[in-house]
């Protein structure tokens, strides 16, 4: 069964920083390129990141720079790390997986206050 787990989430002010966490079942960890979204209230969700198998990544624009997306192969987990936080990041962040569908964990609420 694929689960996807994120951790990490919580209140910060803004220009401090946070990591996020995913933890995946095996199969999906490795088999595709897996993204952290953002859903902001009242917002569609948007791409925040992604990493390929081969560790290429792509950010935002609106984050490039701050935020950096890695993984550990060996512990099946995903993560983010966010530097300089805005008040404009806050959102429930998600991570995504694909394995012949895509695969969402529950999410994880960052809140950055001004």
Not at 16 to 43: E, H, V
Not at 52 to 64: D, I, R
């Amino acid at each position: 069964q694929v689960q996807l787990v994120e951790s990490g989430g919580g209140l910060v002010q803004a220009g401090g920083s946070l990591t996020l966490s995913c933890a995946a079942s095996g199969s999906i960890f490795r088999a595709n390129t897996m993204d952290w979204y953002r859903q902001a209230p009242g917002k569609q969700r948007e791409l925040v990141a992604s990493i390929t198998p081969s560790l290429t990544t792509n950010y935002a624009g609106s984050v490039k720079g701050r935020f950096t997306i890695s993984k550990d192969n060996a512990k099946n987990i995903m993560y983010l790390q966010m530097n300089n936080l805005k008040p404009e990041d806050t959102a429930v962040y998600y991570c995504r997986g694909f394995l012949y569908k895509s695969y969402w964990g529950q999410g994880t609420q960052v809140t950055v206050s001004s």
